[in-house]
């Protein structure tokens, strides 16, 4: 099979635009509708949906490509892997942003651990592009017009930005009463495991249960919540700085961390 041959157009800037939702999802859609005009518009994204896949990745194995048009990719696999693909051979290395989402549901808190919106842009920024990820209400159609131009805005500022960024971003329904720069709130997973048996008498567990949030002055959640558009700026360092020191002097105890020192030169 013969890989996609994108048009690029030299004197534009590339604007690479995923999901874990899927390429035929509504917030994807809306998103390509809201960055019109900013560049040239790449969608390159999933197949089907992948939500939850978090920063997973296809190794080993033969990804389909499937070409809508010379602008519109869908692929089989990850979120990650649209775009590794696309950074490697789609659009060879040729990409100014990576703009995930819209995705329908937000990915607030330690929901971006396991989101493969944020994932998306966080294979963006690993690959040092700047990044935005975009989370809204499940219904798409509940996203107020000014709130899709602050997208559109933030878009641009990052575009233009000369210093790299990877940014979280997440819209209440309906206007929102402004913009709140974030932390990462906490949430409480209330998990539950249903086991069931299906037609051939096969057991099977299904993951379920209840979502909360703690209640965190500053935070993503706080300002969904108070009905403000939640901008969070992200990093890929997740070293424990602080308890650096404090590990160290924790493993200075132990015989056989001294010994091995020990023989350090």
Not at 5 to 11: D, E, P, T, V
């Amino acid at each position: 099979m013969t890989l996609p041959r994108l048009l690029l157009k030299s004197n534009m800037l590339r604007i690479l635009i995923t999901n874990d939702d899927g390429i035929d999802a509504e917030g994807i859609k809306l998103l390509e509708k809201t960055l019109e005009g900013l560049g040239e518009l790449f969608v390159i994204a999933p197949a089907q949906e992948q939500s939850g896949s978090s920063h997973s990745l296809t190794i080993g194995k033969p990804v389909r490509i499937t070409e809508y048009d010379s602008h519109h990719i869908a692929i089989q696999g990850t979120p990650t892997d649209c775009v590794l693909l696309a950074h490697h051979s789609i659009m060879k290395k040729q990409i100014d942003l990576v703009a995930s989402g819209i995705n329908m549901g937000y990915n607030l808190a330690d929901d971006v651990l396991y989101s493969g919106t944020v994932a998306a842009a966080m294979e963006g920024r690993l690959l040092r592009y700047p990044a935005v990820a975009i989370s809204a209400n499940r219904e798409t159609g509940k996203i107020a017009q000014s709130s899709l131009e602050f997208v559109r805005e933030i878009c641009k500022m990052v575009l233009d930005c000369a210093r790299p960024e990877f940014i979280n971003v997440n819209i209440p329904p309906g206007e929102s009463k402004g913009v709140s720069v974030t932390r990462l709130g906490k949430r409480v997973y209330k998990d539950v495991v249903n086991r069931t048996r299906d037609e051939n008498g096969e057991w099977h567990l299904i993951l379920s249960g209840e979502l909360s949030s703690v209640s965190m002055e500053g935070s993503d959640t706080e300002a969904l919540e108070e009905g403000y558009i939640s901008v969070t700026p992200l990093h890929l360092d997740l070293t424990g700085f602080e308890k650096i020191d404090e590990l160290r002097e924790d493993l200075s105890v132990l015989p056989s961390f001294r010994s091995l020192n020990a023989k350090s030169p």
